[in-house]
T-cell receptor, first 114, second 112 residues
Framework: GAVVSQHPSWVICKSGTSVKIECRSL??????MFWYRQFPKQSLMLMAT?????????EQGVEKDKFLINHASLTLSTLTVTSAHPEDSSFYIC??????????FGEGSRLTVL | DAKTTQPPSMDCAEGRAANLPCNHS???????VYWYRQIHSQGPQYIIH???NNETNEMASLIITEDRKSSTLILPHATLRDTAVYYC?????????????FGSGTRLQVQP
């Protein structure tokens, strides 16, 4: 099946720094990618929808200036957590859509902000 | 997308069938039932989906009631690696430009 890869799988950073997470569709082109975050013992919450070549659409309550999303190519979307704080520590997951509408998920990236 | 209701947790003995129920009483005629699972600290994994007929693949079987108001995911011979949170999601099979909405799911614990 289709493969979606995230990098890094885990990252630890100091408070106030920025962290970039990459999401790549390895064997298909994804015009649409989605970013979720998941806090411990909770379900996945959609943060934003990313369309190649256009601005991302953010869910209510998600700060677009803090969570910068770039979808510059059909196989790569990036999420940058700017000025990270401990409350941003979470499991970030991306999902990519094939042209037939199937959705595949990355392995997730665990961010810990000290 | 129609709302789904799942039990928060279930246990199953290794080697036995795991039957995970899902209620979706407000499902529309053009909405499919999808099942995903999430093993701890991994991204969700697609399992199976169906519209009204029962479906089977190498991972599981999906039984949908005739009125489509509920369904059951069956793992025929559960193993310890099937321990995960299982999500039942109802949505239209559109172009994939809409994200999946995850509920709380059912935490399945397969016991040795």
């Amino acid at each position: 099946g289709a493969v979606v890869s995230q990098h890094p799988s885990w990252v630890i950073c100091k408070s106030g720094t920025s962290v970039k997470i990459e999401c790549r569709s390895l064997d298909f082109q994804a015009t649409t990618m989605f970013w979720y975050r998941q806090f411990p013992k909770q379900s996945l919450m959609l943060m934003a929808t990313s369309n190649e070549g256009s601005k991302a659409t953010y869910e209510q309550g998600v700060e677009k200036d803090k969570f910068l999303i770039n979808h510059a190519s059909l196989t790569l979307s990036t999420l940058t957590v700017t000025s990270a704080h401990p409350e941003d520590s979470s499991f970030y997951i991306c999902s990519a859509s094939t042209h037939t509408g199937e959705l595949f998920f990355g392995e997730g990236s665990r961010l810990t902000v000290l | 997308d129609a709302k789904t209701t799942q039990p928060p947790s279930m246990d199953c003995a290794e080697g036995r069938a795991a039957n995970l129920p899902c209620n979706h009483s407000t499902i529309s005629g053009n909405e499919y039932v999808y099942w995903y699972r999430q093993i701890h600290s991994q991204g969700p994994q697609y399992i199976i989906h169906g519209l009204k007929n029962n479906e089977t693949n190498e991972m599981a079987s999906l039984i949908i009631t005739e009125d489509r108001k509920s369904s059951t995911l069956i793992l025929p011979h559960a193993t310890l690696r099937d321990t995960a949170v299982y999500y039942c999601i109802v949505r239209t099979a559109d172009t994939g430009r809409r994200a999946l909405t995850f509920g709380s799911g059912t935490r399945l614990q397969v016991q040795p």
